[in-house]
Nanobody, 114 residues
Framework: QVQLVESGGGLVQPGGSLRLSCAAS????????AGWYRQGPEKQRELVAN???????YYTDSVKGRFTISRDNVKKTVDLQMNSLKPEDTAVYYC????????WGQGTQVTVSA
């Protein structure tokens, strides 16, 4: 059974940092595009960042320069380093891995508040 398990969420003050990590039980993880999505209160789920098999990255405009996505195909992990966090970054963050289909993690809450 494929599992994506996120960790690293929590409560942080504006301007602070958090690092999210996702561990995947996928035998061919290196073939998957890995990414992070988020869903804020009363908002649709949106793509935050992803990283392709060759390392090409994508970031949504609102996080460019603040968030960094990385992956380790040996450890089968994808991380999201989040700096200069803002209240509008508050959301449930989901890890996803896509190839012939998309697998999702259960989500981890990130709350940015003073």
């Amino acid at each position: 059974q494929v599992q994506l398990v996120e960790s690293g969420g929590g409560l942080v003050q504006p301007g602070g940092s958090l690092r999210l990590s996702c561990a995947a039980s996928l035998s061919s993880f290196g073939r998957y595009t890995a990414g992070w999505y988020r869903q804020g209160p009363e908002k649709q789920r949106e793509l935050v960042a992803n990283i392709a098999t060759g390392g090409t990255t994508y970031y949504t405009d609102s996080v460019k320069g603040r968030f960094t996505i990385s992956r380790d195909n040996v450890k089968k992990t994808v991380d999201l380093q989040m700096n200069s966090l803002k209240p509008e970054d508050t959301a449930v963050y989901y890890c996803a891995a896509s190839f012939t289909r998309t697998y999702w993690g259960q989500g981890t809450q990130v709350t940015v508040s003073a």
